[in-house]
């Protein structure tokens, strides 16, 4: 039974601290400091980072202590040790953290001047002593619904945030003591001397104190958690500028803002994970009590995450080179390097990253050439809503609408990776043609990239009603007509060269025909309408010049 208590104080406490990096302030205890090596770091792209790291327990040492720098996870810290190690206790509690800034208003410049002799200047005053006294900012009291007594005894009587500042300093002159607001003084002169520019800062923080039941020598601890405040943004760039294959190229923007990477190894993640309680924080880094922290789990999320749910935009550059060989702006990375596959996620290793704590880093990540091939697609909706009401977006005296063609590009992954849903520029002979989002795209698998809009391809249609069929059905208290409607379609293509132009025509109804003859694919969306959803295909050649004409008729109940 004590072996089993001794447990759930390691889990407990365990739970309250994320090790990454040596933090600059220097907490206030006696207990020896750990060393904490971060070896790995996993990015997920939604600021969400995985972390794995050792703890050198100290050599001679029964207990230490290790300072976090962020708050985990709810549910995701995790340690493991040898069995050699004997822990009896680990006790997570707040501490107070000092150090060196410099002072940037004259309040803080009388504060790291504690005992000096100076000359305060206010109005049309001035004050002559030695500062003996600074008061310090006060703590706003928390309430505490669970004290005995009534609500006037656990809830604290409201008070502005400048309640509990600092305005107070004790001045000893000639005269006694006095005491002043010392935001009040414009100009100061010190009488003894060069003034120290510096003072002490304090703060709160987490420590975590380890008792052992014995030293243990060369051993370490392993340790992993999820913790926010750093990801990664990829992005890519196609050069089509070659006829049979396409240089594609791929680097990642990592964004850091929980703690310092030195020489560690970062994995970023291709896939789609679940993280449930990536928003929520530990209840044990105490940042919440426990009444937020119930009103996380019923919302999903702590006030970190509503606080950070901005995303994070991804800069591009376009640069235009006029007339001049830009063969070399496009970038030569190397071939990808074979990551691992982990159930549905991908994670692609790169080595040795060296990156501060605020700072962005460019991670140059592959090129290699994969085969593609120039396709236009243009994309018709359908006119019938969800109600059975027919909707044709109209221009012109005619009825015709001008529709959109897009040039695109058919991608095949011949890579060793999937490429991730990100940013891609397409370029030739050192020009940009245009930016979409390349999708994800597994292995072996295609993809379709937009290019452009391919204003040389002209393509119009027109649906006309040729038949009616009043009150041809009744449903859930509405009537329906059966309206017959012929579409037509045309496109001509403008080119110098000859094109692939892929239609597809999305229709509530039944096909009566269509010609040629299209692919057709009954989609389930359509489940719960008066009408079923069809999609009609056709895969067209046409030559510099060409016109061609598609038709299709189609019967569809209308409500009236």
Known sequence: MKRIKKSLIFTIAMSTVLFTCPACAVPETTTAQAEAKLQQVSLFKNGVGFFILEVAIPEKKNSFSIIPSAAPSHGSFWVSYPPEVELESLIARQVELTEQVEAITIAELLKANIGRRVKLTYSDKEVVGVIRYFAEDRQEPKPNPYAPGGVEATMPTYRSMDSFRSRLMIIETDAGEIGVNPQNFWKIEFLD???????????????????????????????????????????????????????????????????????????????????????????????????????????????????????????????????????????????????????????????????????????????????????????????????????????????????????????????KVPWTTAPAETVKQGLILGQDTLNYTPVAGETTL??????????????????????????????????????????????????????????????????????????????????GILKLAWTIELEPGEQKQLSYVYDVYVRR
């Open 193 to 415: 001397g060069k003034a120290k520019k510096a003072l002490t800062n304090k703060s709160k923080s987490t420590q975590l104190e380890v008792q052992m039941g014995a030293p243990a020598v060369g051993k370490k601890l392993t340790i992993s958690y999820l913790a926010k405040g750093i990801t990664w943004a990829p992005s890519y760039m196609v050069d089509i500028t070659e006829s049979d294959e396409a240089r594609i190229s791929a680097k990642a923007e990592v964004i850091n803002e929980v703690c310092d990477l030195n020489d560690v190894t970062v994995q970023l993640i291709t896939g789609f994970p679940h993280l449930q309680f990536a928003d929520i924080v530990s209840p044990l880094a105490l940042k919440e009590n426990l009444a937020r922290f119930l009103q996380s789990l019923v919302k999903g999320e702590s006030e970190r995450g509503r606080a950070g749910r901005a995303a994070v935009v991804t800069q591009q550059r376009a640069d235009f080179y006029g007339g001049r060989d830009m063969t070399a702006a496009m970038p030569a990375y190397g071939a990808a390097e074979l990551g691992k596959v982990a159930e549905d996620l991908f994670f692609y290793p790169v080595e040795n990253v060296e990156l501060k704590k605020g700072e962005v880093c460019y991670l140059p990540l592959f090129t290699e050439s994969v085969p593609y091939k120039h396709i236009y697609q243009w994309e018709i909706p359908d006119y019938v809503n969800e109600d059975g009401r027919y909707y044709e977006p109209r221009r012109g005296e005619r009825h015709e609408t001008i529709e959109q063609v897009w040039h695109c590009l058919r991608l095949e992954n011949t890579t």
């Open 450 to 531: 937009r290019i452009t809009q391919a204003v040389n391809v002209r393509a119009e249609q027109i649906e006309l009603e040729t038949d009616r069929k009043r009150d041809a059905a009744r449903l859930y208290g509405y009537n329906y007509d059966l309206v017959t409607v012929e579409g037509k379609l045309s496109v001509t293509n403008f080119q110098q060269k000859a094109i692939t132009l892929e239609i597809t025509k999305t229709l509530s109804g039944e096909v009566r025909s269509s010609q040629p003859e299209a692919k057709t694919e009954k989609l389930a969306r359509g489940l719960q309408r008066m009408n």
